[in-house]
């Protein structure tokens, strides 16, 4: 582990469609090819979060991919490497949103948080901390929201992170498509995929229907 700037960065392995992507580390943001595509990160109070996630293992990643800085902004592509996450729920996900009578949740379906206030109680986050998009062509709005809604209120962020996210430019690099395509197609990479029961991983789904095949 790296310490940088304040921050812990963890290196896992990254996807198999990663692995020739080199390792970049932020210095106080540099422009964009220093993320690479690293999916996992720690804010400050990352040990705690380490620690409740070893005794809650869970399918988590970052939605930063070393592509994004050809088609999305500064500032989109920041919120992908350092400030949300996509993960699948688990059962206590499924109880706690049932519980408040939101949506219907099941068991492995996609969800989209942030980072910062993951380790807190549901009730203690602010607003839009977890969000889980109907399908794939949703995560662009869902995530442009949560940066509309809960940035703004989310004390977990620490300062460093908010300055930097507010510094960075939106304007997209120029002459290419639109980033809810680009969205889309990068979801697809990350093996996400459109069910009837909202997003799924893509392995989850085969391994169901394997375990299913197997029972019959």
Same mark, same amino acid.
């Given at each position: 582990?790296?310490?940088?700037?304040g921050?812990?960065?963890? /290196?896992?392995?990254?996807p198999?469609h990663? =692995?020739?992507?080199?390792h970049? /580390? =932020?210095?106080?943001?540099?422009a964009?090819?220093?993320y *690479? $595509?690293?999916h996992?990160?720690?804010?400050?109070?990352?040990q705690a979060r380490?620690d409740?996630?070893?005794?809650?293992?869970?399918?988590?990643l970052?939605?930063? !991919?070393a592509?994004?800085q050809?088609s999305?902004?500064?500032?989109q592509?920041?919120v992908?490497s350092? !400030?949300?996450e996509?993960?699948?729920a688990? &059962?206590k996900d499924?109880?706690a949103?049932?519980s %408040?009578?939101?949506?219907?949740?099941?068991? $492995?379906?996609?969800?989209?948080?942030?980072?910062h +206030?993951? =380790?807190l109680?549901?009730r203690?986050?602010?607003?839009?901390?977890? +969000?889980?998009?109907?399908? @794939?062509?949703r995560?662009?709005?869902?995530?442009?929201? !949560?940066q509309?809604f809960?940035?703004?209120? +989310?004390?977990e962020i620490?300062? %460093?992170?908010?300055?930097?996210?507010?510094?960075?430019?939106?304007?997209?690099?120029? *002459?290419?498509?639109?980033?809810?395509t680009?969205?889309v197609?990068?979801? %697809?990479?990350?093996?996400?995929?459109?069910? &009837?029961n909202? @997003?799924?991983? *893509?392995?989850d789904m #085969?391994? #169901?229907?394997? &375990?299913t095949d197997?029972s019959?």
């Amino acid at each position: 582990q790296h310490q940088h700037h304040g921050y812990l960065t963890q /290196h896992h392995h990254a996807p198999h469609h990663q =692995h020739h992507v080199p390792h970049y /580390h =932020h210095h106080g943001y540099q422009a964009p090819p220093q993320y *690479g $595509g690293y999916h996992s990160y720690d804010g400050t109070n990352g040990q705690a979060r380490r620690d409740a996630y070893h005794s809650h293992p869970q399918k988590r990643l970052l939605l930063a !991919m070393a592509t994004d800085q050809d088609s999305l902004s500064d500032r989109q592509c920041y919120v992908r490497s350092e !400030m949300v996450e996509i993960f699948a729920a688990t &059962e206590k996900d499924v109880s706690a949103r049932h519980s %408040k009578g939101a949506q219907k949740l099941v068991q $492995g379906q996609v969800g989209i948080r942030c980072v910062h +206030c993951s =380790h807190l109680r549901p009730r203690d986050r602010a607003e839009r901390a977890v +969000c889980y998009p109907s399908s @794939i062509s949703r995560i662009y709005q869902t995530v442009a929201d !949560m940066q509309r809604f809960h940035f703004e209120q +989310c004390r977990e962020i620490p300062l %460093k992170i908010r300055k930097i996210y507010k510094s960075l430019k939106t304007t997209r690099p120029r *002459g290419v498509g639109s980033p809810q395509t680009y969205w889309v197609q990068s979801a %697809k990479l990350l093996d996400l995929v459109d069910t &009837e029961n909202g @997003i799924q991983f *893509g392995a989850d789904m #085969k391994q #169901k229907h394997e &375990e299913t095949d197997a029972s019959s």
